[in-house]
Antibody, heavy 118, light 110 residues
């Protein structure tokens, strides 16, 4: 069965970096793009962008450029989100989500909580 | 950017009642296909796909959930609320980038 398993919660200080992983299984990893979605505490869902799992080419939504990097290791069917120069405003749950052939997000990781606090 | 407006913000209902949730888009998300999905999110859990293409149920979704609409106006209906249906529901458009979500409707127990 299709599954995405994300890495565990992180607590970081402002200015530090964090790398979140999303390991996919149950399907051919390069058949679907991988997307990242942010959910700030008590807030709604915000699409951050996506990465082409065939080419590794990332696309970032406005507001998620510069400090945010999407990457892959196709040998282990894993997508990564790295955030540098962390700010307290980056405190949120981060989800990876597979985009289906129709375009919706049919499978989601369980989420990784990143807390940025001094 | 397509803005999705969900209403109401909160719906207070009892188990067994019918829930009707609305999602309105700032511009059409339909052509021959409606690029509109609905997700359910329970506390502490990831969102789960319920409906895609405005009206197609995702795998394993009970038939008490139904979606309708086209163009700019869409509805998610839960015919008879079960205890496990009390959650937050989001609509999403995927016709154009950036993909956007509505602000959510919370369905709470009355």
């Amino acid at each position: 069965q299709v599954q995405m398993v994300q890495s565990g919660s992180e607590v970081k200080k402002p200015g530090a970096s964090v790398k979140v992983s999303c390991k996919a299984s149950g399907y051919t990893f390069t058949s679907n793009t991988m997307n990242w979605v942010r959910q700030a505490p008590g807030q709604g869902l915000e699409w951050m962008g996506w990465i082409n799992t065939k080419t590794g080419n990332p696309t970032y939504v406005q507001g998620f450029t510069g400090r945010f990097v999407f990457s892959l290791d196709t040998s282990v069917s894993t997508a990564y989100l790295q955030i540098s120069s962390l700010e307290t405003e980056d405190t949120a749950m981060y989800y990876c989500a597979r985009r289906s052939s129709w375009g919706d997000f049919d499978y989601w990781g369980q989420g990784t909580l990143v807390t940025v606090s001094s | 950017e397509i803005v999705l407006t969900q209403s109401p913000g909160t719906l207070s209902l009892s188990p067994g009642e019918r829930a009707t949730l609305s999602c309105r888009a700032s511009q059409s998300v339909s052509s021959s296909y409606s690029y509109l999905a609905w997700y359910q999110q329970k506390p502490g859990q990831a969102p789960r796909l319920l409906i895609y293409g405005a009206s197609s149920r995702a795998t394993g979704i009970p038939d008490r959930f139904s979606g309708s609409g086209s163009g700019t106006d869409f509805t998610l209906t839960i015919s008879r609320l079960e205890p496990e249906d009390f959650a937050v529901y989001y609509c999403q458009q995927y016709v154009s980038s950036p993909l956007t979500f509505g602000g959510g409707t919370k369905v709470e127990i009355k």
